[in-house]
């Protein structure tokens, strides 16, 4: 499960990325300000402030991992495979480093592509895939 920013052009934009190169077809997607990211936060306080991507993913006991910000963004490369992997590299550089630059990035994710004029509304065939 990712979720992202709902509101952010960019992070729509990097959904539909997602989207073209998932050969898997399993990731499910929920925009931050949706009803189930609120479930997810409501179970994870450490996420209140968080408006980054945030990938999900069910642990063997029942719980959930969370990963946050750059590594939620390794998770998704890993996810994809392929050519993706080359994003692989990310793990050598210390968090905080990848960290830093995803911030940076964040910070200014509306002036790059500006706030999201309407919501992402995905096509019928991958509609299922979508949570609110």
């Not at 077809?25 to 994870?44: I, N, Y």
């Not at 991992?65 to 994809?80: D, K, N, P, Q, T």
């Not at 050598?92 to 990035?105: E, G, K, L, Q, T």
């Not at 500006?114 to 979508?130: Q, T, Y």
């Amino acid at each position: 499960m990712l979720l992202y920013d709902g509101e952010c052009g960019m992070c729509a934009d990097g959904v539909q990325r997602v989207l073209r190169y998932d050969h898997h077809g399993t990731l499910r997607f929920a925009p931050l300000q949706g009803a189930f990211a609120s479930a997810v936060k409501a179970r994870h306080p450490e996420l209140a402030q968080v408006d980054s991507m945030v990938w999900v993913e069910p642990a063997g006991d029942g719980t959930e991992r969370l990963f946050v910000r750059s590594a939620a963004g390794l998770r998704i490369a890993r996810y994809l495979g392929g050519l993706w992997n080359i994003f692989l590299v990310g793990y050598a550089i210390p968090r905080s480093w990848r960290d830093a630059v995803y911030d940076f990035i964040a910070r200014h994710r509306h002036h790059l592509s500006g706030k999201a004029e309407s919501c992402l509304v995905p096509s019928p065939d991958i509609r299922n895939r979508f949570l609110e």
